[in-house]
């Protein structure tokens, strides 16, 4: 049993690893803005879920291209993370000005980050041939840094290459005072919410292939 990651998160494929898995990985041309138009969806939760929908059944759609067996069976996971603030949806920030920005808004606060995962039982025998998905959202509190912190951290890049703006596992570790609900998820992939959803299939995380 093998996982398909429809994301080219770094982040997301050492999370998966470093539980034990050993997960292939096809980057989804999804392209986001049109996705979220299309359903015209605007609530934070939703906006990560139908993003996720959108990357897994993609990528599912494109097991061809993958270098494996006929009879491997594959699971596809997709995910998107939006972080929300004051009731509004943030994803990547469009460049330095926009990071530095909402990192005075976010410190000394805390917003909601919800990751939204989408799986699609693609194994060809014995398979459910289900497509589900569930949404993991982790309260993260925000220190309370000055201005020369933000400068510094927004001048690394780190921000705009993530949603919200901020990393729990890298450079922006620091800034994070702590989280409340799934941690992992604040990375990018709940393993747990992963774990129930591959139960509702008939899969244990143990019949995972491992490296």
Known sequence: MRLVLASASPARLALLRSAGTDPLVLVSGVDEPAVVERYGVTDAEDVCLVLARAKAEDVAGRLDELDVAEDEPLLVVGC??????DGEVHGKPVDDAEAAARWRRMRGRSGVLHTGHWLVDAREDGGTGATLGAV???TVRFADVDDAEVEAYVATGEPLRVAGAFTLDGLGGPYVAGVEGEPS????LGLATLRGMLGEVGVRWSDL???
């Open 136 to 138: 993991s959202s982790t």
């Open 80 to 85: 998107d993370s939006v972080l929300e603030l």
């Open 209 to 211: 292939r491992t490296p």
């Open 185 to 188: 998820a604040v990375v990018g």
